[in-house]
């Protein structure tokens, strides 16, 4: 819900060039950052865990200290590149100047993001999920609204404001978690008596981290290549419809994270025939509510860009090719966490690289000729040709369908009705 709320405050003070000038650059960056930090971030999170159950207190110290230490020298390295060379990134990698700014600016806060994501790294493998909710989510969240609610109204430098929100937000976030985290961390991080378990953590990490980074590149590029191949104007265009339409996604991944730990149980308990059969039993119940919200939030998200008006109008059929991609998307994403949950992680990574790949090609494919709706439709087709692997790659290793013919019949058809609702939804609200 803060979220929301921050999403309405940027769509309502920003202007789509505004809004471009502020989103491409923090998209690009974000990709960059976040992946090469999360090379440890799964693996941190897990051999904690792994170590607290094991009971190996010198391996524990190890994991500790040493992604300490990669957090901390990569966020570092990080920060002076992003400082230093903003200047040519904005002008020969996303080819405005308008960039500039905003890239060094953004830069000061690369050292923060590294620091709270180690910490909330550490508080998952204690399973202080409390902790992380409060101090990793609502915390950081809650301060840069009241941050956006202070300064947008009365500065002049809108763009500003939005970029030094998220530094805020950061922040905040590294205190609150460091807060949070301290205890472990006085007993914990220290040189004497650690293990380093270095092989193990990497053949652990390495192929998550390529599948995060590929997930990574597939999220953030579009906005980017759309701002820099067409314009600033198109870019915060895209960016405001990938906004609204990012509550599909997290409803999306809300499901499948729940499901995902009913499979892993039933797999665990050695019962892979009974998680196959559950996958196909509900594929069709996610389609139907899918298919339901999917449609209401074309509507809901169309009637938004028309209300804030200023050009991000133009965003109405991208925010519905959009959501038809999650839409097909959701479908499939289950049979993926079923291939994950049976320790498939090489399928998952094949799984993520093919997505990537075809979204970025078809996105430089269909962008000249077709605009921002071009991007966005890249997104939908990559998404059918994957869940047509994700269907044989699941079959592979369950030895079953995830789905009937009558289920993909009836998803097809509810699809075409989304595309539909999409298509009238163009002519709403005029």
């Known amino acids: 819900m803060i979220n929301f709320i921050i999403g309405f405050l940027l769509l309502h003070y920003l202007t789509p060039t505004e809004m471009g000038i502020y989103g491409v650059p923090m998209d690009f960056m974000n990709m960059l950052v976040l992946g090469i930090l999360s090379l440890f971030t799964n693996t941190t999170q897990k051999f904690v865990s792994e170590y607290i159950g094991s009971g190996n207190s010198s391996a524990l110290r190890g ?3 040493f992604s300490f230490f990669y957090f901390s020298l990569s966020g570092l ?6 400082f230093l060379t903003n200047d040519k990134i904005a002008e020969f990698i996303l080819k405005n100047e308008l960039y500039s700014y905003p890239l060094k600016v953004y830069s000061l806060a690369i050292p923060f993001i590294a620091l709270s994501t180690y910490l909330s790294s ?4 204690f399973s202080k999920f409390k902790e992380v909710s409060i101090n990793d989510i609502m915390i950081p969240s809650f301060a840069r609204l009241i941050f956006l609610i202070l300064g947008l109204p ?4 809108k763009v500003l404001v939005a970029v030094l929100s998220q530094n805020f937000k950061y922040f905040i976030n590294s205190i609150s978690n460091l807060i949070a985290a301290f205890k472990i961390l006085k007993d914990n991080l220290k040189i ?3 293990m380093l378990d270095i092989k193990a953590w990497f053949i652990y990490g390495f192929p998550l981290w390529l599948k995060f980074w590929f997930s990574l590149v597939q999220t ?3 906005p980017v290549l759309v701002g820099s191949i067409i314009n600033v104007f198109s870019g915060g265009v895209f960016k405001a419809a990938s906004l609204i339409s990012s509550g599909v996604y997290l409803l999306e991944t809300s499901v499948i994270n729940v499901l995902f730990v009913e499979i892993s149980r039933d797999i665990g308990a050695g019962n892979m025939l009974r998680a196959s059969l559950r996958i196909r039993r509900i594929t069709l119940y996610i389609s139907l509510s899918m298919a339901a919200f999917t449609s209401a939030s ?7 860009l028309k209300i804030f008006g200023k050009g991000y109008e133009y965003g109405s059929g991208v925010l519905s090719l959009l959501i038809l991609g999650y839409y097909f998307n959701s479908i499939s994403g289950i049979w993926q966490a079923f291939v994950q949950a049976a320790r498939r992680t090489d399928y998952v990574l094949i799984i993520s690289v093919i997505y990537a790949f075809s979204e970025v090609s078809l996105t430089l494919l269909l962008i000249k000729p077709l605009g921002i709706v071009g991007a966005a439709l890249s997104f939908p087709i990559s998404a059918i040709i994957i869940s047509i692997l994700r ?3 699941f079959q592979r290793v369950a030895n079953i369908k995830p789905a009937n013919v009558r289920t993909l019949i009836i998803s097809g058809i509810l699809g075409l009705g989304v595309c539909l609702v999409g298509y009238l939804a163009q002519g709403l609200f005029k």
Do not use: D, M, S
């Open 192 to 194: 004497k008596g650690l």
């Open 122 to 125: 550490v508080l998952v493998g």
């Open 63 to 65: 994991i500790i200290v």
């Open 77 to 82: 390295t990080l920060f002076v590149i992003f």
């Open 391 to 393: 269907f044989y790659l």
């Open 298 to 304: 074309i509507i809901l998200g169309t009637l938004i």
């Open 154 to 157: 009365i500065h002049p430098n």
């Open 220 to 222: 953030n590029i579009k």
